[in-house]
């Protein structure tokens, strides 16, 4: 049956607002028999209603969609579509436009009238009608449809300012998110997911190369979520990315940025983060941990916890003397998984934790040299969907292959003319992870004209350095670094050690530049007060300890022009030499 429309011919619709009409409005009336919809439409336009009729759920849809009522009854038990679903999806095509739905029926139950609610009914009334009911519905829904027109008309001008200013974060997201991912690098390498709980995503992902070829990444996670979670995002790319492209170590760049964010948020606002820097040798790497959750390291052996060991940035003005990167060794196959709390604390439909639910077992099904990231982000895709997350979401995954360190090759430059030396000596609570060569040797002004061969001397240095401190003053046990769980047990020897376990030991560095007609070259020397260690010359001259440890040597001997020791192996003199 097709819709029936029961206005006059000669009435024309009108605002019931507009005084002077005598018309009230246009009310539609859905129901499966006749007898019962002529009754209402008879009591509605005796009201003052103009009125639209409809047989079926599905005719008052079609009806409502070419001429809008103020107002629609509707009885509750209609066959097919009946009027619970037909009254959800009239509310559903009326919008923010408040439409009064009365559903009618001849018997009151609680199972009716729960119905009638969970339905979106606004009311509800009783066959046969009574005209008096009748007309008290009819003036409750008037007065609601009519506070509703009021709130909606005053909270326009809110609305539009509100669509301004979400118009204008997505501006400032898309500016924000190229300021900071443009500048970060191996983003075709490097795996990495970021989901935001609102536009602006409070975690961080920062990558950059070091001079050497290696390479320094930051995961941090500011408290709060959504713009006010990125305020400290700008200053610590910038401090991030500068100062690990100039080769300042780990230590001063997490001191620059904890200053940075402790002037800048306030009290109950700070950042925590995982630091890692792996040099270009790919020998091993640093890391350092303020109150993010563990990252993990898979390596032959198995998977090895950097847990958490230092407070998080901006909380302090300084940060604590023992809050300092730690080292591990790994080797070409190992991956590092990073990840934020919101990765863990994910819920699903339950409520139930993705760390609780799926993390454990796919993190525990590992396999070296194999990537995990696939199959973590596919059990978070299964686990959170249809849920909006409480808290912004990043993980990244790091394979720790060769291809991905490599020294860069060096560049022609306006070369210094004169050369120089410079030399120092560490004793005691000094000897510790080396500064980068870079920020020691720059405020003297020693390195312009010769940034190019910086790579390649840091890692000289840092190499010579590492094989003096960890096996000629023998600061862990040659069992140790020959055990099966090396890995493991290095960490667990270092933590035992006093706070001065060498005592009166020392290193001397010395690095010379000298410069010549057709290029130039680096002495480097690195001797220490320790027992040295046994080292057979082999043919080429180089002396090789006992492996494991001797890896970097070899790196050594294939940068160097010549590599030699001497006094039992308590001093190490590297020549690197280049060609205009």
């Not at 959504?226 to 400290?232: K, V």
């Not at 350092?288 to 959750?293: A, C, E, S, Y």
């Not at 004209?449 to 590492?466: D, K, M, N, R, S």
Request: with cysteine; hydrophobic share 40%.
């Amino acid at each position: 049956m097709q819709p029936m429309d029961n206005r006059d011919t000669a009435a024309v619709r009108s605002d019931p607002s507009e005084p002077g009409t005598g018309r009230r409005g246009l009310v539609m009336v859905v129901d499966a028999d006749e007898d019962s919809r002529g009754q209402l439409v008879g009591l509605l336009r005796s009201e003052g209603f103009d009125t639209l009729e409809a047989d079926s759920g599905e005719g008052a849809l079609d009806l409502f969609e070419t001429s809008r009522s103020d107002m629609v009854f509707v009885d509750a038990h209609m066959p097919d579509m009946d009027g619970y679903e037909t009254s959800r999806y009239l509310k559903t095509m009326a919008g923010d436009a408040f439409l009064p739905v009365v559903l009618t029926f001849c018997a009151e139950d609680d199972e009716t009238l729960l119905a009638c609610v969970r339905s979106g009914g606004d009311d509800f009334l009783l066959r046969p009608y009574d005209s008096l009911l009748l007309r008290m519905r009819i003036l409750a829904m008037e007065r609601m449809r009519d506070l509703q027109c009021a709130i909606l008309a005053s909270s326009a001008p809110l609305a539009q300012l509100l669509d301004r200013e979400y118009q204008e974060q997505v501006l400032a997201e898309r500016v924000f998110s190229r300021a900071i991912r443009n500048r970060n690098v191996m983003s075709d390498l490097i795996a990495v997911l970021q989901r935001s709980s609102a536009l602006f995503c409070g975690d961080l992902v920062l990558t950059q190369h070091l001079p050497d070829g290696g390479l320094r990444v930051l995961i941090g996670d500011f408290t709060g979520q959504g713009l006010a979670a990125t305020i400290g995002a700008l200053p610590v790319a910038e401090a991030f990315h500068a100062m690990t492209a100039k080769g300042v170590d780990d230590e001063e760049v997490l001191s620059e940025i904890n200053g940075k964010l402790y002037e800048l948020l306030p009290q109950d606002r700070f950042m925590s983060a995982t630091l890692i820097s792996v040099p270009g040798s790919g020998r091993y790497l640093h890391w350092w941990n303020g109150g993010m959750p563990s990252a993990w390291l898979r390596t032959a052996e198995g998977l090895y916890e950097l847990s958490s060991h230092a407070v998080s940035l901006g909380v302090l003005p300084r940060l604590p003397k023992g809050d300092v990167p730690r080292r591990i060794s790994v080797r070409p196959g190992d991956g590092l998984l990073i990840f934020s709390d919101g990765l863990l604390e994910a819920r699903d439909v339950e409520g139930r934790s993705f760390d609780e639910r799926c993390f454990r077992s796919v993190l525990s099904g590992w396999q070296h040299r194999r990537q995990v990231f696939p199959a973590l982000a596919e059990a978070l895709e299964r686990h959170c969907e249809g849920v909006d997350q409480p808290d912004d979401i990043a993980m990244l995954e790091i394979p720790l292959e060769s291809h991905l360190f490599s020294i860069p090759e060096p560049i022609h430059c306006q070369l210094p003319e004169g050369g120089w030396t410079w030399s120092i000596e560490l004793r005691g609570e000094h000897l510790g992870p080396l500064h980068a060569v870079d920020s020691l040797l720059r405020p003297l002004g020693l390195v312009d004209g010769l940034e190019t061969h910086l790579p390649v001397l840091e890692t000289i240095v840092g190499e010579l350095y590492a094989n003096a401190l960890e096996h000629g003053l023998s600061i862990v046990p040659v069992a140790v670094k020959v055990a099966p769980n090396a890995l493991a047990a290095g960490e667990e020897a270092f933590r035992e050690l006093p706070a001065n376990p060498l005592g009166d030991g020392w290193i001397r560095i010395r690095i010379r530049y000298l410069p010549c007609a057709d290029g130039g070259g680096f002495s480097v020397c690195v001797e220490h007060s320790g027992k040295g260690f046994d080292c057979c010359p082999d043919e080429a001259g180089l002396c090789l300890p006992p492996q494991p440890w001797g890896e970097g040597l070899v790196l050594l001997h294939g940068l160097c022009e010549s590599l030699s020791y001497s006094q039992e192996g308590r001093r190490a003199d590297a020549f690197y030499r280049w060609w205009s």
